[in-house]
């Protein structure tokens, strides 16, 4: 296992997982959600392949309605 931090909070998830894995055990849905890790966007073809490191930092965003 490892930790990682999602939306600032600390998450743990196995070791080697992928950003899908990470969406599959937090139960997000990938077509309505947005991901950065340290910082940078994850475009969405890349969730699958994207290995996660120890103690990097996961944004999860969904989108927001409103004016």
Same mark, same amino acid.
Request: glycine letters at 8%.
């Given at each position: 296992?490892?930790?990682?931090?999602?939306?600032?909070?600390? !998450?743990?998830?196995? &070791?080697? &997982?992928? +950003? $899908?894995?990470?969406?599959?055990?937090?139960?997000?849905?990938?077509?309505?959600? &947005?991901?950065?890790?340290?910082?940078?966007?994850?475009?969405?073809?890349?969730? $699958?392949? /994207? &290995?996660?490191?120890?103690?990097?930092?996961?944004? +999860? /965003?969904?989108?927001? !309605?409103?004016?």
């Amino acid at each position: 296992m490892m930790q990682l931090f999602v939306n600032g909070e600390p !998450q743990q998830v196995p &070791a080697a &997982a992928s +950003v $899908q894995d990470l969406l599959n055990q937090l139960g997000y849905e990938p077509k309505s959600i &947005a991901v950065a890790v340290d910082g940078d966007f994850v475009p969405k073809h890349q969730y $699958q392949t /994207l &290995a996660l490191r120890p103690a990097q930092s996961v944004e +999860v /965003l969904s989108p927001m !309605q409103g004016g």
